[in-house]
C-alpha cells in the first residue's frame, strides 16, 4: 500500500492507498494526520495502533477495519465505503468543533463510541443523513450531544452497562436512542433531551422487570402543548 503525507504533528494530510492488486493491509504504527482518507479500492486498511486524526477522516472506497485500536477523530467522520468496528473505540474528541458532522452514504455500525466533545455546545450531528447510527458494543458519554434528528442512535447490545454516561447534563441524545432489552431486573439508562442546551437534557431510567416480550425501547422527547386547561368547573345548586 501508499500512504503519501506532510510529515510532522497533527500536520500530515495524506491518502492511503493500496496500489492495484495489493494485498490487504495492516497498519502497525501510531499515526497522527490533520486530514486523513481511506481509499482501499477492493481491498481492506486494517488499524494496527492508535489513530489520531486532528480533522476528517474519509473512508472513500475499500474497507477500514478499526482492529483492536482506537481512533480519535476531532472533526468529521465521513463514510462513503465500509468500516468494520472489530473490537475498536471511535472517540469524537474535538475541544474547538461546535458541530462534528457523520456523513457519507453508508451508514456506520461502531464497535465502542466515545463521544467527548469538549467545545462550547459542542455536538456530533447525523440528522441530515437518512440513517441510523448503531454502537454494537459500549457507548461512552462523556461531554457533548449527539444529535440524530428523525434517526437513531441504535445500541445493539442488551447488556444495561454497556451505556455509560458522565453524571449531569453535559453529554446526552439529542433525539432517538434506542437500545436492545434483555428479559432481566436491571435498569436502563436514557440520557436524553429535546435540544442542545443543558437545559434541554431530560433523563429517563428504565427499570426492568424482566419483560419476556420488549427486545429494544426507542427513547425522545416530545413536548406536548395544551390547547386549554384540564380543570373542570361545575356549580351545584
Known amino acids: 500500500f501508499v500512504v503519501s503525507a506532510t510529515l510532522g504533528p497533527n500536520t500530515k494530510d495524506g491518502t492511503a492507498t493500496t496500489s492495484p492488486g495489493a494485498a490487504n493491509s495492516t497498519m502497525l504504527m501510531n499515526d497522527d494526520y490533520y486530514d486523513i482518507e481511506y481509499a482501499a479500492g477492493s481491498g481492506t486498511f486494517t488499524r494496527g495502533a492508535t489513530l489520531d486524526v486532528e480533522n476528517n477522516l474519509t473512508i472513500t472506497s475499500g474497507t477500514l477495519n478499526g482492529g483492536a485500536t482506537t481512533i480519535n477523530v476531532g472533526g468529521n467522520w465521513v463514510n462513503n465505503a465500509t468500516f468494520i468496528g472489530n473490537t475498536s473505540n471511535v472517540t469524537f474528541n474535538s475541544s474547538s468543533n461546535t458541530s462534528q458532522q457523520i456523513t457519507g452514504s453508508s451508514a456506520t455500525n ?47 447490545n442488551n447488556t444495561a452497562t454497556k451505556l455509560t454516561h458522565t453524571t449531569g447534563n453535559a453529554s446526552f441524545v439529542n433525539g432517538n436512542l434506542q437500545r436492545a432489552i434483555a428479559s432481566n431486573s436491571n435498569i436502563y439508562e436514557f440520557p436524553v433531551g429535546d435540544g442542545t442546551a443543558t437545559t434541554n437534557y431530560k433523563r429517563l431510567d428504565y427499570i426492568n422487570n424482566s419483560l419476556a416480550t420488549t427486545s429494544a425501547l426507542n427513547v425522545s422527547v416530545t413536548t406536548i402543548t395544551e390547547s386549554g386547561d384540564n380543570t373542570r368547573s361545575e356549580e351545584h345548586t
Not at 461512552?140 to 449527539?146: A, N, Q, R, W
Open 110 to 156: 461502531f464497535n465502542d463510541l466515545t463521544i467527548n466533545n469538549s467545545a462550547t455546545n459542542g455536538e456530533v450531528n447525523f440528522s441530515t443523513e437518512s440513517y441510523n447510527i448503531s454502537v454494537s458494543d459500549d457507548l461512552i458519554l462523556t461531554d457533548g450531544v449527539v444529535t440524530t434528528g428523525s434517526n437513531k442512535l441504535d445500541m445493539t
